[in-house]
């Protein structure tokens, strides 16, 4: 069955440390996104990337980084300049095409903590 | 710019009981309007979306939603709430402005709980 993973599904974070988060996607799309899920500030868009090779800023890009070298995969990396870090992270991916009629599909996302 | 308000943090209902969840938008173009359903530890499942065909648009597990242009609003119900129908739901409009075409914004999210 087509899906997008998550790994791990846990993860703790020491101070000063960076942390990668893994996609991957086999449903064939063009667009991915990364979202932060705080409790009760629903989600936040993080990167987005529409197509391999490139990628944008979302709305709380500081103390994140992305790269999109295939098109199955976007990791996630919380760098230490990531103050709270402390968050659900969930990565989507859609069809894309620019019409925006299109439902993103959602991975089962990686909680990330502190030590 | 584009938003999605969702009146009520929490909404409580007893089993066999209307659900409604409420949801109004913002935007200065025809929009795009989803909603997902998320239940403890796991992502986001599409429950249904308006892609400006039929404005009552039916989803899984029994829910709808009516697109009203008028009121901006896209409302969430379910005539008889079920036990497993105990979830957060969130309404979504798609971006229609340069390259965030695609992009979803989110409210803030809406916790259903069904008494028995």
């Known amino acids: 069955d087509g899906g997008i993973t998550q790994s791990p599904k846990y993860l703790f974070r020491k101070e000063g440390q960076n942390v990668t988060l893994s996609c991957e996607q086999n449903l064939n799309h063009d667009a991915m996104y990364w979202y932060r899920q705080d409790p009760g500030q629903g989600l936040r868009l993080i990167y987005y990337?529409?197509?391999?090779?490139?990628?944008q800023k979302g709305d709380i890009a500081e103390g994140y980084s992305v790269s999109r070298e295939k098109k199955e995969s976007f990791p996630l990396t919380v760098t230490s300049a990531q103050k709270n870090p402390t968050a659900f992270y969930l990565c989507?991916?859609?069809?894309?095409?620019?019409?925006?009629?299109?439902?993103?599909?959602f991975g089962d996302g990686t909680r990330l903590s502190i030590l | 710019a584009q938003s999605v308000t969702q009146l009520g943090s929490h909404v409580s209902v007893s089993e066999g009981a209307l659900v409604l969840l409420r949801c109004n938008y913002s935007?200065?173009?025809?929009?795009?309007l989803f909603w997902y359903v998320q239940y403890p530890n796991q992502g986001l499942q599409l429950l249904l979306k308006?892609?400006?065909?039929?404005?009552l648009v039916k989803g899984i597990n029994g829910f709808e939603a009516e697109f009203k242009k008028s009121e901006t609003s896209f409302h969430l119900t379910k005539p008889s709430a079920h036990m497993s129908d105990a979830a957060e739901y969130f309404c979504?409009?798609?971006?229609?402005?340069?390259?965030?075409?695609?992009?979803?914004?989110f409210g803030k999210g809406t916790k259903l709980s069904v008494k028995p």
């Open positions: 308006y892609t400006s065909a039929a404005t």
């Open positions: 979504a409009v798609s971006a229609n402005y340069g390259g965030s075409q695609g992009n979803l914004i």
């Open positions: 989507a991916s859609s069809t894309g095409g620019g019409a925006g009629n299109q439902p993103q599909h």
């Open positions: 935007s200065s173009v025809p929009p795009y």
């Open positions: 990337s529409q197509i391999v090779n490139d990628f």
